[in-house]
């Protein structure tokens, strides 16, 4: 099965305020499909089972600016 992803948005100076998240164009519901909590978001593996084998931008939205990350949807499962 899947895993939940961290991503850590971290600021050089004072604090960032967190706003909207997307994995590509498809904006992602708080608390449905992630947590954010001091900086770290928690994209929630059951968010991530709905997504076809591939890599995915992450974008987020913040007040001093959009953070991208790249992150890969593989299937681990054994093929017995």
Do not use: H
């Amino acid at each position: 099965g899947y895993a939940d992803v961290v991503l850590t948005v971290a600021v050089s100076d004072g604090t960032v305020t967190i706003g909207d998240i997307y994995i590509g164009e498809s904006k992602l519901t708080k608390t449905t499909d992630y947590t954010e909590s001091k900086g770290k978001i928690t994209i929630k593996k059951e968010k991530l089972d709905d997504l076809e084998v591939g890599d995915y931008v992450v974008t987020i939205e913040t007040d001093q600016g959009d953070v991208t990350a790249t992150i890969a949807v593989v299937d681990t499962t054994d093929e017995g």
